[in-house]
């Protein structure tokens, strides 16, 4: 059951991030082209790129956890007795979960807060509150990925080499 919620989560977020980064290259792409053959840029294409960068990047932080590549302190490896590495195995990642799950918290409400408010994005004149909505499901899902690790260590990603 753990290993088709981590596929899932995969898939979903891997193919959303993929179609944000698309429409944001997109975005400049059209942008510059129109300067260049047409004398004018599109309006507010910049600002649509920011956002599907941001929202990429928000997705991209539980691929790179998926692919063993999210950033650890490396250094402190070597802190821990080896005969302690089985526990570390769940605390570590039950701590990344504790923490994820705060981060979904204050970024909930400061979602929340901006929806009260009706802020309203710069240039394109969207509301804010969906376009900051990536931040508490980015958190949520890498708290639920992590307490996944903790849970079943086996599932947990091989670190990467570096280079």
Known sequence: ???TI???LLKVEGTVAAIAFLC????????????ELFGGGIWGAAKFAVFGTVTAGFLGIGLAT??????????????????????MQRITPL?????????????FLY??????YGQLAP????????????????FFSNGVRNLIYALQPDLSPKPAGIF
């Open 24 to 35: 944001a290259a997109t975005a400049i792409l059209a942008d510059v082209i129109g300067r």
């Open 66 to 87: 998926h692919a063993g590549m999210h950033l650890r302190p490396q250094f402190a490896d070597s802190w821990i007795p080896a005969r302690f590495e089985p526990a």
């Open 1 to 3: 059951m753990y290993k």
């Open 95 to 107: 701590v990344t979960a504790i923490i994820f799950f705060f981060l979904g918290v204050l970024s």
């Open 111 to 116: 979602v929340r807060e901006t929806f009260e």
């Open 6 to 8: 981590l596929d899932k």
């Open 123 to 138: 240039v394109l004149d969207w509301p804010m509150w969906i376009i900051q909505l990536v931040m508490p499901y980015a």
